[in-house]
């Protein structure tokens, strides 16, 4: 059991930063989601924890051990691959036990924990096959029971549920959850679904183009995003972002207005160029509306409709709304209203304005 | 975002010794790294680089004809009288007629094995495992067999009325031919083997939409197999080549140093063990030796491009 | 395929007419495998005409060697012809000669050749690619162009007539090197990573992992350069002179040919005693051979 620092840590590859002086700790216990696009950083920040790749500058603690030139076997951490990396060779049993043949520990206990292990994830009947024998949700149980059979300090997930189908990733999802709630031990968990990292992390942590955009617990994240990065990348779909000019309590944005609940303090007296943020869902088609714009599509999901509107300037609009209210005709011009308590204001470098929501 | 590293006392304290620079962990990695290679690398520098080069010292130093009195500086005068010598061409005639009796004849019988072992048949494993069989027969074994065959006295060749004077082995124009025939039935096994490897990766979807679109076997084989073929027979040709060149074993066991010569058997890697074995020159056994490299640089130079194009295919 | 399915559709207005045809159709199927098979058997006949007639003649008395028409069957076995040649010929010391510096050679070549290879591979170093080229260009350079200095050095060293002569020039090979380096390559880096972080050194990973998922890629360098040392000629006959005990089988043979020169059937006796071994290795390990002969031909 561990908290895990990230101090001023930066990876640089020649000319390319892939991490960029990132700050952040991860407290014991916590299973932190670390979030974004390809190419993010995100792996190479997991890689770095694990010793597979080198800082460039900065500090990273394990349990308050500087382990920057520590070796990744003396580092106490576990990890599991995308591809799962089980060796193709050895049996399940022989997979699992794999890590503990290093530790100088008995056969018999090691056996016994083997078996613990195999029991916990279910696994206790496929011992004796090979990994090219069992099934992708099965390889994928194989793969954590080969990392929580150590007992690590700390768990590093790169995308495990990634060669998952659907269906199996909802489930295993939910198991991860339960299993690392139970065992305690301190997780980072790298994925670019923001669904997984939603439903999975107690905090997450968004990256973009190798800068931490945001920690925070997904709901907060939700609520407010740090940035428009943040904002389009949480989301689905993402918010609406429009161009507008701040003034006083309302934006105007092509084709009309957008009213605030509460002036942006600081930004009270005379107009601003920022951005505008609303979620899809803190829309509505209302013929009372203050913002103007024509129907290009809609598309219904069942229980949900979303309509995508354009307006005067070309930007995009996404109104989603309940299956059951009436669907507007194609090409249509209709008047969006917007929720005043749910409007997010980020300023010209795409950063929150403070106090702009709620 | 505060770091917690002040706080000493931790749990973990005794570890912090125990720090090893990365660049050490590299310098590590590279003793490893070394130590590895070194067992090898020492072989070949001993045995394959170091005598390689000296080829070209002892090139330029003639023998004396009697052993044991020391060798002199002559220069390129060595090199230039031993490649003028009729004896030289001769043997490179011999090795040119002798590679050219070979590899065509044991790659178009290896492939018209291949081919014809190319199906499903009961028992078809049994006809591959025959077809190549005598890759493994040593060149001892098939030429004591052929000698057999080949003997003047033993009834076979009487039998079918072929009895040239002098004995086909002792006779300027069919020993150069017979010890091909027998390097031709010792390659097949390697020929038939890389063929078949060559056919089973022609796609037989290929082979399926030509003849739904109505081409005869013998059009498929031709417009198609062959085609698709090209690399693994361009293969066959320098491996067939590299192989006929080594062919060493058969003619000192059928032909022999006393006749190799008057045979017209010569073939240059006899050449070189008659130079130094036989007549104890070391200087012009050196200049036939890098004459050989020359050649079979060449011929690997032609298969390195082969190879660079599939391995890029497979990184 | 089709023939059978409308055999299969007697009803039909024209069944009569495609009866005969699928009947005709399967007629020629049954004319085309018989010439299959004959001209398998003719290929195989000619292949092992040659080892037929060495048996035959390995087994007739000296007077009927050139008896005519020849014996094409040994109608009185002279089996006597086998243990003359096994005791004449010394080959029981010979076979046992080639198999100790076969052994030796093969152990060495993939030991040494698994080292470089999982150096080049997995381990990062100043020069790799420059060593590399090194290891390859070996290849372009043949035994016998180094044979004067290697006769010479073998004597200097005190292993004229001695196995270590016969072995030690062979035991490092580029091609085996090339061949598991590329093997090698095929395996996931994040198996190398997790045993990392499984607390695997390069020397475990290697003998626990490494070398167990390249096995199939170890067999054929191994069967390669068994088949290459069994069966090598030039090396042996200059390196072992006069000494019985350390002379390979194949020397053996030449030296039964040339000094029983009027007993064929004892020379060719010696022949078949020295073919079983590698019958043998055909038979068990042919998948293996197959792959290392053609590593370089086919992906």
Redesign the interface.
Known sequence: MA?V?F?AVTKRYGDVTAVDRL???IPDGELLVLLGPSGCGKTTALRMVAGLE?LSEG?I?I????V????PK?RDVAMVFQSYALYPHLTVAKNVEFPLRQRGMDKAEREKRVLEVARTLGLDDLLDRKPAQLSGGQRQRVALARAIVRDPQVFLMDEPLSNLDATLRVQTRADIVALQHRLGTTTIYVTHDQVEAMTMGNRIAVMDRGVLQQVAPPQDLYDRPANTFVAAFLGSPGMNLLDGELDGTSVRVAGGSIELAEAVPGRDVGASPVTVGVRPEHLRLDAAGTVAATVRLVEMLGAETHVICRLEDGAQLVVRQEAVVERPALGANVRVAVESQSVHVFGADGTRLEGSTR | ?????S?GA???AP??P?????RS??KR??A???L??L??????S???????L??FK?ALYENPPYPNLPSHYVGLHQAATVLSSSAFLQSLLSTILFVLMVVPTGLFLGL??AV??H?K?QG?AI?R?????????????AA??????M?P????L??LGINPTPSILQNPTWALPAVALMTV?QF?G?SF??M???L??VPDDLLEAARIDGASAWTRFWRITVPMLS??LF??VV?GT?YA??S??QI??LIGPSNAAGVHANVL?YY??ES??IDNN?GQ??VL??V??VI??SL??VQMRY?ER??T??? | MHADATALAPTSRHSAATEAASRRDRRHRRIR?VI??L??SV??VV??F??Y??IV?SLLAPSQ???????FFPTHPMWSTYPTAWNEGHLGLYLRNSAIMTAIIVVGQV???I??A???AF????F?KT?FI??LS?????F????????D?VTRLGWYNTFQGLT???????FG?FLLR?SF?QIPKDLSEAATLDGYG?WRFMTRVAVPLARPAVAAVAVFSF?AS??N??WP??VTGDNNNVRT???G??LL?NTEVQN?NV??AG?II??VP??I???VF?KQ??RG??A????
């Not at chain 3, 060697?65 to 014996?71: E, G, L, V």
């Open positions: 908290e620092t101090d700050e952040m700790a080198e500090d603690t349990g308050n051990r500087v920057n030139d520590v070796d003396e | 975002m505060t770091v917690a590293v706080a931790g749990r973990e570890a912090a125990r720090h090893r620079s990365l962990r590299k990695e590279a490893l790294a070394y590895f290679i067992p090898a690398l020492l072989i070949f001993v045995f394959v680089f170091y005598p390689f000296r080829n002892l018209a094995l014809a072992a199906r048949l078809i006809y495992v025959i077809f190549s069989s005598t890759v493994v027969s040593s060149v001892a074994v004591l067999v052929f000698g057999t065959l003997n006295v033993v009834g076979l009487p039998w039935w097949l390697l083997i890389i078949s490897a060559g089973q990766s690399p693994t293969f066959g491996v590299i060149f080594q060493f074993g000192d066991i890697i070189i063990y130094l074995q070391a056994a050196a030796s890098i050989l490299f079979t640089l690997t130079l190879l599939r391995v295919y497979a990184r | 495998k299959s098979y001209l398998l290929g195989a292949i092992l040659p080892i007639i060495a003649n060697i050139a008896h005519q028409p020849p014996p030991v040494t050749a080292l470089a999982y150096a080049f381990l990062s170093f100043p790799r060593l090194v290891f070996t290849l372009m350079i043949p016998e162009v180094t044979l004067i200095t290697n006769l050095t030690v020039p062979f035991l490092a090979t580029g090197t590329q390559l390069h088949l069994w069966n000629y030039l006959l200059v089988v194949q020397i043979l030449k040919a064929i020379t060719l022949t020295a073919i590698l019958v290795l055909l038979l042919q051979l197959v002969l053609t370089g031909a086919v992906k």
